[in-house]
């Protein structure tokens, strides 16, 4: 008799529980980091120490750049102010444990999505935001117009605890080139060394050797040589373990590059609401109810891009009009050659 | 009465134990919720990461325990010259405090008082960007004594080339011995003789002749090869052969040494006017010379006041040479609690093992010190 009273207790109990996760997945959707920054009232977002047009401080200590815009964007969906944001500059070596140990909640800072990143580091990437690959800076005067020119003897400054480091490796290598390289905690001091004549190269992402190349002395005497010599897809990252949270940074930045799809931007985004295409009216928040899947409100998309504004405005005010990269080459919009090719919000 | 003594200290052990294993469990509980797993089994795995600057054979197809190596021995060497060269500098300038010449006393003190009172990585970053970056380019550099040239990219020396070398440390190391055993039976002799033997001359007449002996008859030779320089493109040049000596290496060892010598140079003065002066009165009257005096009387007392200071200033050193990360010098912090722990993201283990290695380093230099003092010290008898 207690026999069966014992399992029909456990059976009580396992319908509870599944009847409390159905009917309560509103409450199961707040996820402890989205409930922790609802408190602060203020996103915890992990940048760079400055770099141009990515994550970078004015003298007034406003951030602004592409990485800054995905917090941003997070902020303005969870909060409903794209202001909120405290940004904490970190080193590359200090980025991960910052964004494990709980000091930030999202890491958006130029950084590549590996696989052993993923997998081993106890953090999950939630896309990429820029398309990027490893290149070489060289001055103008060493006559070098391609990496086929390197010698035995060059020596290659860079940053350590990056991907550059071991690609760097991979490349001289397999040319059969002997190299020094001179590896530096700080992207400020890499610049003033290869700057000063210590390094004939400077070796980092195209996108960064763009950016730096405008802190050099006379920027005009360096050029980037056309080569890539690996994929360094960028994107946000956050802690493994809290999925809800995941999908809300995933889809922050899913909205801004879907918005620029459809041709919604932070201008025309009201008028949009009375778009005749459904997948526009989702995205405005006019239908479905996206939000609630995210444990938000109805109009978190449509704060996004009219606070944010869509990923094309994104790049335009950050990247293309400083002149870091006015060339958008892969991080353009699929329909338009490029390959920014999201699943579609709905 | 005994529980009453040893109760504080049980619960003190209890506390320690209780600290250590709350944040042992909270740091296992937190890397169990993200997945990730304690252990060193990492060490084994390929580093695939090169390093500018290593004592030992490296690449990056060695070892995370490997590439912990050579910055461990980076390390050293920056510690070990930066120690014998502030005690060789610390120990002029101390004296040049006391000089009675005027010009010479005053130097020094300016000296002591603008190298001491400057942060450490603020002359770090001088000497590596501000001194080093003036020296001129690879294909302008002046020629050193005849074989070598100061370059923005560093020292090139020529490199020794030997054959034999084994044979020519061993006879260094017996040459060692045999000095110091004649200089016990030196000693002795002039214990129980009253005789002199002239220890110095002997000595080094030792030290040198032996390992030159090999070269004759033990089949050791050496030669150098010399810096040759070659164009790589049309604006920049590199050495080959000779031996390269890193700036980055350079200007650390220059800000260390330079930094720790103010603070060797006080504990010298100090240690000199500790004595009394009618120390020095008293030597003089019954007739020592002058040398005999500073050797004899002076020096052996001074030394017990200078070495317990100095013994933390050699452990400041070896502990500021960590400020290389700074300056791409590849020492243990940059290598091994930089780059590896970057890329294998390990942070506990690798921070416990870099925390771990300078806590062994500093013990060590203090066991030495302490020995020493020991010996120096004055014995009761």
Redo the contacts between chains.
């Keep these: 008799m207690f026999k069966y009273l014992k399992q029909l207790t456990s059976l009580v109990a396992v319908v509870a529980v599944l009847f409390a996760f159905t009917t309560e997945s509103m409450a199961a959707k707040k996820s402890k980091t989205l409930k922790n920054t609802q408190k602060k009232g203020f996103v915890r977002c992990g940048v760079s120490q400055g770099l141009p047009g990515f994550s970078n401080a004015d003298a007034a200590g406003n951030w602004t750049g592409l990485d800054v815009d995905v917090c941003r964007a997070v902020a303005a969906a969870v909060l409903g102010d794209a202001n909120k944001v405290k940004f904490t500059p970190l080193s ?2 200090e980025r ?2 910052a964004l ?2 709980g000091e930030i909640d999202i890491l958006s800072r130029n950084t590549t999505w590996t696989l052993s ?1 993923d997998a ?3 953090v999950t990437f939630v896309g990429v935001n820029f398309y990027d690959g490893q290149g070489f800076m ?2 103008k ?4 117009t391609s990496t086929s ?7 290659a ?1 860079t940053n ?3 991907t550059t ?2 690609n ?2 991979d490349f001289f ?1 397999s040319k059969g080139i002997s ?8 992207a400020d ?1 890499v610049v ?2 290869y700057d ?3 390094c ?1 190269t400077y070796t980092t992402d195209k996108s960064g050797l763009a950016a730096q190349r405008t802190k050099m002395t006379n920027p005009d005497d360096h050029m980037v040589l056309p080569e890539t010599i690996s994929k360094e897809p960028l994107g946000p990252v956050v ?3 809290d999925a809800v949270w995941e999908d809300i940074v995933r889809w922050s930045l899913n909205v801004m590059i879907e918005a620029e799809e459809y041709g919604i931007s932070s201008g025309n985004a009201d008028m949009m609401k009375t778009s005749e295409n459904p997948a526009i009216k989702r995205l405005v928040g006019t239908e479905g109810e996206l939000g609630s899947y995210l444990g938000l409100d109805q109009d978190w998309s449509l704060r996004i891009i009219k606070q944010v504004g869509n990923y094309g405005e994104s790049y335009k005010r950050n990247i293309a009009d400083t002149g870091i990269l006015p060339d958008r080459g892969p991080n353009n919009i699929w329909t338009k050659g490029g390959l920014l090719y999201t699943p579609p919000a709905r | 009465m005994k529980l009453k003594k040893i109760l504080p200290q049980l619960l003190t052990l209890l506390f320690i134990v209780l600290v250590f294993g709350f944040f042992t469990m909270n740091a296992q509980e ?2 169990g ?4 797993e304690f252990g060193f089994g990492f060490l084994k795995t390929q580093a ?5 600057f290593s004592l030992i054979d490296y690449d ?1 197809s060695h070892t995370y325990a490997r590439a912990y190596l050579v910055g461990l021995l980076n390390t050293l060497l920056v510690a070990f010259i930066g120690i014998i060269l502030a005690t060789l500098l610390g120990a002029i300038v101390g004296v040049a405090r006391l000089s009675p010449n005027y010009l010479i006393r005053k130097t020094a003190s300016f000296y002591i008082e603008f190298f001491r009172n400057i942060p450490l990585l603020l002359q770090i970053f001088f000497w590596y ?1 501000a001194a080093l ?1 003036a020296l001129p ?1 690879l294909e302008d550099a002046p020629m050193l004594l005849n074989s070598s040239f100061m370059t ?2 560093g020292l090139y020396t020529p490199a020794p080339i030997w054959t034999n070398f084994d044979v020519f440390f061993t006879t260094i190391i017996i040459a060692m011995i045999v000095i110091f055993f004649f200089a016990k039976y030196a000693k002795k002799k002039q214990e129980q003789e009253g005789k002199r033997l002239p220890v110095l001359i002997i000595s080094l007449s030792i030290f040198i002749g032996l390992p030159l002996l090999t070269f004759l008859i033990g089949g050791v030779d050496l030669s150098w090869s010399f810096p040759v320089i ?1 164009q ?5 040049y ?3 052969g000779g031996l390269k000596i890193p ?2 290496l350079i200007a650390l060892t220059l800000a260390l040494t330079l930094y720790t010598t103010t603070f060797i140079a006080e504990n010298v003065r100090a240690g000199i006017q500790g004595i009394g002066k009618g120390q020095k009165e008293a030597a003089a009257s019954i007739g020592l010379t002058q040398s005999q005096v500073l050797k004899l009387v002076i020096m052996p007392q001074a030394l017990r006041i200078i070495i317990p200071p100095t013994t933390n200033q050699y452990l400041n050193l070896t502990k500021n040479s960590s400020l290389a ?4 010098y ?1 020492d243990l912090v ?1 290598v091994f609690a ?2 590896a ?5 390990r ?1 506990i283990e690798i921070v416990g093992i870099t925390m771990a290695t300078y806590l062994t380093i500093s013990l060590g230099i203090s066991l030495l010190m302490n020995w020493y003092n020991k010996r120096i010290a004055i014995q009761e008898k």
């Design positions: 590359a070596k991960f444990t494990t140990s990143r081993d580091l106890g060289v001055r005067d060493s006559g070098i020119q390197f010698k035995n003897g060059i020596s400054c350590i605890g990056t480091e071991l760097m490796r290598n190299y020094e390289p001179v590896a530096f905690e700080k001091e003033a060394a000063s004549g210590r004939d802690r493994q373990g | 937190n890397m919720a993200r997945g990730l695939s990461f090169d390093i500018q990056g960007f970056r380019m923005i990219k070659r790589m493109s049309a604006s920049s590199t050495f080959d700036p980055e990360a700074a300056i791409a590849p940059l930089g780059t722990m970057m890329q294998t993201g942070a």
